[in-house]
T-cell receptor, first 114, second 119 residues
Framework: GQQLNQSPQSMFIQEGEDVSMNCTSS?????WLWYKQDPGEGPVLLIA?????ELTSNGRLTAQFGITRKDSFLNISASIPSDVGIYFC??????????????FGKGTLLTVNP | GAVVSQHPSRVICKSGTSVKIECRSL??????MFWYRQFPKQSLMLMAT?????????EQGVEKDKFLINHASLTLSTLTVTSAHPEDSSFYIC???????????????FGNGTRLTVT
C-alpha cells in the first residue's frame, strides 16, 4: 500500500527560528493536507493543497504540493511557543478503489524553546 | 468551517463492559465518516469507514464484532467498543468531509477525540 515518509521525526528549535518539514510518497496523491495535533486533541487542518506545484500560505505557514505529486513540504516562519505540537502530513488519492481515504505520515514533533 | 464534535472526550470503563462514542457533523451533512485509533506517540490508524444507511467498511485486522459502527443519520455516527479489554485503551478520533466544500477532494475534519481507558 501507499506509504508516507515524514521527516524529521522531531525538532527542537528556538523561538523565532524558521522550521521546515516534508513528506515523500512512493506513489502519487491528488491532495496533500497538513494537520497539527495538540496533546489530547484531534488533528486540526492547517493547509490543504489540491494541485501539483501549488504553493499555499496560512499566516506564518507555507506549504507546497510537489510537481511530481509525490511530495510536500511545510514551512513555519518565526516560530512561537504555541507552535509546539505534532504536525502530520496526509495524502489523499481521489479515485476509484481508494475510498478517498487519507494516508498519514508518522508526524513531526515540534518543540519551541522560548 | 466544518466542525466535527465527538463525545465523550474521556471515558473510563471496566473490563467487559461496552462503551459508545458519538461523532457529529455540526454544520454539514456527512454520508461518510471515518474512525481512527491512535496509540501514544504514533500516527492515526484508520479503523473503519462509516456509511450512512449501509454497513461500515472495516480495515484489515479490525474486528467488526468488537467495534460496532452505526451511521444512523447524515450527521451522526457512533462507535461502540464491545466487551472492552485493557488493550482497547486508546485515543479514538472520528472525522468527516464537508461535501459542499470540494466533494470527494474536500479535506477531512477531525473531532477532538475520545480517550478510552479500560480498567
Amino acid at each position: 500500500g501507499q506509504q508516507l515518509n515524514q521527516s524529521p521525526q522531531s525538532m527542537f528549535i528556538q523561538e523565532g527560528e524558521d522550521v521546515s518539514m516534508n513528506c515523500t510518497s512512493s506513489s502519487i496523491f491528488n491532495t496533500w493536507l497538513w494537520y497539527k495535533q495538540d496533546p489530547g486533541e484531534g488533528p486540526v487542518l492547517l493547509i490543504a493543497l489540491y494541485k501539483a506545484g501549488e504553493l499555499t500560505s496560512n499566516g506564518r505557514l507555507t506549504a507546497q504540493f510537489g510537481i511530481t505529486r509525490k511530495d510536500s513540504f511545510l514551512n513555519i516562519s518565526a516560530s512561537i511557543p504555541s507552535d509546539v505540537g505534532i504536525y502530520f502530513c496526509a495524502g489523499q488519492l481521489s479515485s476509484g478503489g481508494s475510498n478517498y481515504k487519507l494516508t498519514f505520515g508518522k508526524g513531526t514533533l515540534l518543540t519551541v524553546n522560548p | 468551517g466544518a466542525v466535527v464534535s465527538q463525545h465523550p472526550s474521556r471515558v473510563i470503563c471496566k473490563s467487559g463492559t461496552s462503551v459508545k462514542i458519538e461523532c457529529r457533523s455540526l454544520d454539514f451533512q456527512a454520508t461518510t465518516m471515518f474512525w481512527y485509533r491512535q496509540f501514544p506517540k504514533q500516527s492515526l490508524m484508520l479503523m473503519a469507514t462509516s456509511n450512512e444507511g449501509s454497513k461500515a467498511t472495516y480495515e484489515q485486522g479490525v474486528e467488526k464484532d468488537k467495534f460496532l459502527i452505526n451511521h444512523a443519520s447524515l450527521t451522526l455516527s457512533t462507535l461502540t467498543v464491545t466487551s472492552a479489554h485493557p488493550e482497547d485503551s486508546s485515543f479514538y478520533i472520528c472525522s468527516a468531509r464537508d461535501w459542499g466544500d470540494r466533494g470527494w477532494n474536500s479535506p477531512l475534519h477531525f473531532g477532538n477525540g475520545t480517550r478510552l481507558t479500560v480498567t
